[in-house]
């Protein structure tokens, strides 16, 4: 099982960017289909974005498509999450995911392995 770690949230105002990084250690990323969910308080785990073994395919929601960019470096066994044009409604804890099977896998029963989160929040 891979271990993941996420970095990069932080306070943000509207319209601005962050970048966000999921370290992943114990098995290469060339494993698994990726993916970020974010969960604000009180509500469900969303499904914000996901990217294919090779990073050759990626998905997004179509509430962060345009403004979120997700990508991977398997060399450097990272997964990347770059946000721009934040809204107040991106607040939410961050977390990444990984899985074993191929997909878009928007669901997060498709993932068994997952990070702490980091949080965004951004302010209007």
């Known amino acids: 099982q891979v271990s993941l770690v996420e970095s990069g949230g932080g306070l943000v105002q509207a319209g601005g960017s962050l970048r966000l990084s999921c370290a992943a250690s114990g098995r290469t990323l060339r494993s698994y289909t990726m993916a970020w969910f974010r969960q604000a308080p009180g509500k469900e785990r969303q499904w914000v974005s996901s990217?294919?073994?090779?990073?050759?395919?990626?998905y997004y929601a179509d509430s962060v498509k345009g403004r979120f960019t997700i990508s991977k470096d398997n060399a450097k066994n990272t997964m990347y999450l770059e946000m721009n044009t934040l809204k107040p409604e991106d607040t939410a804890v961050y977390l990444c995911a990984a899985s074993s099977l191929s997909g878009i896998l928007d669901r997060t029963t498709s993932y068994d392995s997952w990070g702490q989160g980091t949080q965004v929040t951004v302010s209007s």
């Open positions: 990217i294919s073994r090779s990073g050759a395919s990626t």
